[in-house]
């Protein structure tokens, strides 16, 4: 059931939400049998939609015989309450779809506190709809007093809760935090975009490992990093995240911390995009904002807002009629857009093979080595034999990669990040670029 607002979204625009939504309802496990939506100049405060409507679906849901009515909006507690009992069915809207796939998709005790929490803090300004403590005998004189408390303690034993899961979930943070600076140093970046895009199949085709690879939405919802050989000598430590999606409420966004650290921590963001799918350009949309959201807190060493290097990759280019074209295209508008595709060679028609900008993920391999020589240059430094603090830096700092001691003085060649070259250089130290 859609409900958009009038000149919000067109017919096609309309029916791509509804779509989503049907996917989401099997993805939940859920089977449909019907869709409608009526265009609303407002919501109501008591049905979000219009009586008629109500009414309608009142009586199409009679005829189906179904059980469940799913919208896309985000539905109040009153509004959900309200139609609850004037269609004699189960409401959910969006967010609790999303909420209930999440539980089902949770792996890692990490993931599983983390939709814990979310569910809890949707639950609780609902709690007096779904509370069934005393729901049969409401009302009566002398019931209402012990009712309210009953609904109070739960009140106060979700909240407690929710403090606990942050506090847990702090502290799961901190932990990964020092796992981070403990990893070999070498240049990272995270695998983003929207549901279903295929970032999983990304990093299964990069990395040569064995990951879960789902046709379905939320299929991942635990963050995944493997080092991935990108060639040259050059390794990148590439991590899968969750998926965004459109609506996806902000409580639900910042549940999922470990996503958005690893896009903040990331030395650059892979936005993997569908490039079969329609609406492509609104799921970019949808994920840099999201992204964007991500980094606000992220400074430089001079205090300004510190923005990651994106690079577009456009995945799927199995499903294109014509890749090089479909490129030719998107560049206009991402210049260093990358076409993927994870589908075995054998399983492509032989007129693909004739274009050129589709190779599998050889052409993302490319990029991420030139990413990697320009993140990590391997640099020869010059240090004074006694200088015992500077050799140590290096070797803590960045990879060594070999040293050989002349004249009393250690000849260090490593690959060393950005940062670190300039402090070395405003202190003096002699560096020079290798080829």
Known sequence: ??????????????????????????????????????????????????????????????????????????????????????????????????????????????????????????????????????????????????????????????????????????????????????????????????????????????????????????????????????????????????????????HLVASFRATLEEAREADLLLHVIDAGAQNWEEQVEVVDNETRNAEGGTRNSSGNPEHKRVIYVFNKADLLPDPETFLTRVQEQYPHAVLTSTVPRSAVPRSAFRVQPWSGVDGLRAVLRTSAQALRPVARIRVPVGDGKLLAALHRDSEVLGEAQVDGVVEVTARVQAWLLGKLRRDGVVVEIGD
């Not at 007096?128 to 009566?140: D, E, F, N, V, Y």
């Open 1 to 250: 059931m859609g409900a958009p607002r009038k000149g919000s979204l067109d017919a096609s625009q309309v029916d791509d939400h509804l779509d989503e939504l049907g996917r989401l309802a099997d993805t939940a496990g859920a089977e449909v049998v019907g869709r409608t939506y009526q265009r609303v100049e407002a919501p109501t405060p008591t049905f979000y939609l219009g009586q008629g409507k109500v009414e309608e679906l009142k009586s199409v849901l009679q005829d189906t015989g179904s059980t469940l009515v799913l919208f896309d909006e985000a539905l109040s507690p009153v509004q959900g309450s309200s139609l609850e009992k004037a269609l004699a069915v189960r409401v959910m809207d969006r967010t609790e779809v999303i909420l209930d796939i999440f539980a089902t998709r949770a792996r890692s005790a990490e993931a599983k506190m983390q939709v814990e929490l979310a569910q809890l803090q949707y639950l609780l300004p609902r709690l007096t709809r779904m509370w069934t403590h005393l729901s049969r005998i409401r009302g009566g004189i002398g019931l209402r007093g012990p009712g309210e408390t009953q609904l109070e303690t739960d009140r106060r034993v979700i909240r407690r809760k929710i403090s606990n899961l942050k506090r847990r979930l702090e502290e799961v943070a901190h932990h990964r935090a020092n796992q981070r600076q403990g990893r070999r140093d070498l240049p990272s970046a995270a695998l983003v975009g929207y549901t279903n895009a295929g970032k999983s199949s990304l990093l299964r085709a990069l990395s040569g490992a064995e990951i879960l690879v789902e046709d379905r939405l939320f299929a991942t919802l635990d963050t995944l990093t493997r080092e991935v050989d990108v060639g040259g000598g050059y390794r990148f430590r590439v991590t899968d995240t969750v998926g965004f999606i459109r609506k996806l409420p902000h």
